[in-house]
């Protein structure tokens, strides 16, 4: 039985590192519409359609891009001191204890780690914005996958510290829950900890083919897609933005609720040369693959 976490509300953001932000601000803005919503002298935050302050963060660093932290939005104050005494609990680390952000977007935030080394922040009270009528504009984040070498421990750390709870569970992936979304964090099974993708999730199927387009043009071939998947019956289309990010355009997330039945490896399988629902798309490029074992977490 799933159940919407009593400490997470939704996924905010990602903060990653980049080592170019005038090519990182002119890519996110021309090509995978967004809009920069803050600057600093090291740092741009990039907005979507939606309420979500900015749902991605872009620090300078020389080198290949890394993670910095997922960022969770708490559903209580009382929430960020809970998690962080669970997060202890389940072997985790606290990085920074509750105190307000100076950063864009402010709020009361508390920075986590799991054994591994992902780092989560979760924030409340932070600031929320009109959302804005743009076409073809992500509306905020859909999920993140994270690669684990071993699931069953990160799974297990997620829903003692975090209190998500598992949606489903594929040969290669276990689907994290903590609201209606079937999932805003997935669990990659590999032999590293790295960042598989970011999914933005957009207005309409419409708009993840328009921007497939849009992103071709531009010279950001689709690397997997156009598809829909199983567990969360989203559509797609995956790319590798600059700096080996993997993006994805997504649409008509599954919504569910406690009375979900979770899935297992054994629910979800395809007929032999298919890798989603309708069959079009060849499996994800080699390039893909690559990619989405690049970008690991800044130590």
């Given amino acids: 039985m799933t159940h919407a976490s009593s400490l997470i509300s939704a996924l905010r953001s990602v903060a990653l590192t980049v080592p170019d932000l005038t090519l990182a601000e002119d890519f996110f803005t021309r ?15 990039f907005r979507g359609a939606g309420s979500d302050h900015h749902l991605l963060a872009l620090h300078h660093a020389p080198g290949a891009a890394r993670i910095l932290h997922i960022t969770l939005r708490a559903r209580s104050l009382n929430a960020l001191s809970l998690a962080a005494q669970k997060t202890v609990s389940a072997g985790g680390h606290v990085l920074a204890p509750t105190a307000p952000l100076t950063e864009p977007g402010g709020g009361q935030a508390v920075t986590l780690t799991d054994r591994d080394g992902r780092v989560f922040r979760l924030v409340y009270e932070d600031e929320q914005l009109d959302p804005i009528d743009v076409p073809d504009m992500p509306l905020r984040l859909a999920h993140v996958v994270l ?10 750390f997620m829903e003692a510290a975090l209190d998500f709870s598992m949606s489903d569970r594929t040969r290669i992936m276990a689907f994290m829950r903590c609201n209606n979304d079937h999932h805003s964090v997935a669990l990659g099974d590999t032999d590293n900890n790295a960042l598989n993708h970011i999914a933005f999730l957009m207005p309409d199927i419409d708009a993840v083919m328009r921007g497939g387009g849009r992103m071709q043009e ?16 989203n559509a797609f289309n ?8 993997v993006i994805e355009y997504t649409a008509e997330v599954e919504q569910i609720d406690d009375s979900y039945q979770t899935g297992q490896p054994s629910d979800w399988t395809w007929p032999p040369g298919r890798v989603d629902q309708w069959g079009i798309s060849p499996p994800p490029s080699a390039r893909l693959k690559e990619a989405q074992r690049a970008v690991v977490f800044a130590s």
């Fill in 31 to 45: 090509t995978w519409h967004l809009q920069v919503v803050a600057r600093t002298n090291n740092a741009l935050y």
């Fill in 218 to 233: 531009a010279g950001f071939p689709i690397e997997w897609g156009p598809g829909r998947h199983g567990p969360g019956d």
């Fill in 147 to 156: 690669n684990s070498s071993h699931v069953e421990n990160t799974r297990q």
């Fill in 238 to 245: 995956y790319f590798i933005g600059p700096f080996d990010l």
